[in-house]
């Protein structure tokens, strides 16, 4: 009897550990299955457009660029280039976007190092900004230029009231060729609810669809509302067959 005892009181004892485990095995199942539906919403992956150049990596996203090599017995040789930025960061203000231009020659020596010309205000979320300009007394042909983005820090968008840039439209414009100098003329119309004090205008030169230069002015004063007419020139740019113009914010106040 003493013997019979014993096996019953073990056979319990296991029956508790069994009933046990699977207790925990279901609990532990829940919260996986928790977890996991918790985890498939803005964290998926898809909010950044799958680029490589994705939010957590804090950087702009290169969206188009290019650039000349121009040579003038005039004007001396130089280096034209344009370049679009665009922020994919959702929800994220990137302020004041640089682009450093770096031209190098053959052997990857540095011919030269260009940022102030690029430097732009902020950008929203799925804005895209562009900014052109031209490196004078090149006297050497750099072999390859790249554009590299940097920016001083990220914003939440509830926390900015800046304009849009997409609220600066450019219209009405005009080309005129003389000589060696372009004038281009044009309206600038500030769609927003805010007085900036000035704003970047920017021409873009295209070949054959590609981007080959660009260049910067600036506009005046633009009551919220309010449109004022803008006149730029340009001097021996690149060879080209279309031109774009845009505006974005300069500066605020």
């Known amino acids: 009897m003493a013997n019979n005892s014993k096996t019953s009181n073990k056979n319990i004892i296991w029956i508790i550990c069994g009933v046990a485990i699977a207790i925990v095995g279901v609990i532990v199942g829940i919260i996986i299955a928790l977890n996991a539906s918790n985890g498939s919403g803005d964290d ?3 909010d950044n457009g ?3 150049n994705s939010s957590s990596s804090g950087e702009l996203v290169v969206a188009d660029s290019g650039w000349t090599y121009v040579q003038s017995t005039m004007w001396g040789n130089s280096v034209w280039y344009g370049v679009a930025i665009r922020n994919d960061n959702k929800g994220k203000v990137a ?3 640089k682009v450093k231009v770096v031209a190098r ?3 990857d020596k540095i011919l030269f190092s260009d940022e102030f010309t690029c430097s732009l205000d902020y950008a929203y979320y799925g804005e895209t900004l562009y900014c052109g300009g031209h490196y004078g007394q090149q006297t050497e042909k750099p072999a390859k230029v790249e554009f590299k983005t940097s920016l001083d ?3 939440d968008e509830s926390a900015v009231n800046y304009p849009r840039n997409t609220d600066f439209v450019i219209k009405n414009t005009s080309e005129k060729k003389d000589d060696s100098t372009i004038t281009y003329t044009g309206e600038i119309y500030n769609n927003s609810k805010t007085k900036i004090n000035s704003a970047h205008i920017v021409v873009i030169f ?4 590609k981007i080959v230069g660009g260049d910067m002015s600036f506009s005046d004063k633009l009551e919220a509302g309010s449109d004022d007419t ?3 020139y340009v001097s021996d740019a690149p060879e080209y067959d279309e031109y774009a ?3 974005q914010v300069a500066m605020i106040n």
């Open 105 to 107: 020659s053959a052997d």
């Open 206 to 209: 295209k070949k054959d669809g």
């Open 153 to 155: 820090e990220w914003e």
């Open 95 to 97: 302020s004041f976007p």
């Open 245 to 247: 113009i845009t505006a």
């Open 44 to 46: 998926g992956g898809g």
């Open 230 to 232: 803008f006149q730029m």
């Open 50 to 52: 799958g680029s490589s």
